[in-house]
């Protein structure tokens, strides 16, 4: 069922939204060493599906970044069904909780894939992100 913007929603209607309509979900990463090249933070990828095409998908992460210097700088991406979202997470300081969020459309219905990467650029510090803090959660809203 769509619903239009403003539109009355009727009891009847309830439980068509929250079972069809909205999803929310998220995932814990691991405790990850940042190096030179992009890779994947362990425990953040998720799995889920969806039963509409352009489906919108909001996605707010936040990356507990540990540096033992400031000479590098933190850089936090996300990945959705492999693409790279436009828009980082950046930080040069040594101990920061650094968020940032996207807006993602899936364009096809089925199977989806939500990850967090890092890398660290220039620099010689070790950068960590560390467990429990570093984490996404999303909302995924119907057609």
Not at 3 to 32: E, M, N, P, R
Not at 97 to 125: F, N, R, V, Y
Not at 130 to 140: E, P, Y
Request: charged content about 10%.
């Amino acid at each position: 069922m769509t619903f239009t913007a403003g539109q009355k929603i009727s009891t009847a209607d309830l439980d068509t939204i929250g079972s069809v309509s909205f999803q929310f979900i998220g995932a814990i990463g691991t405790t990850h060493q940042a190096v030179g090249a992009t890779a994947d933070i362990t425990g953040t990828s998720l799995t889920f599906t969806t039963q509409y095409a352009n489906t919108k998908v909001g996605i707010w992460a936040v990356y507990d970044v540990d540096s033992t210097g400031v000479t590098s700088t933190f850089v936090g991406t996300c990945l959705v069904d492999g693409v790279v979202q436009a828009g980082e997470a950046h930080s040069t300081t040594l101990r920061v909780t650094c968020p940032s969020m996207w807006i993602a459309t899936l364009t096809a219905a089925g199977s989806h894939t939500i990850k967090l990467q890092s890398a660290k650029s220039g620099g010689t510090d070790t950068m960590n992100t560390n467990q429990v803090h570093t984490k996404w959660h999303a909302l995924v809203f119907g057609p």
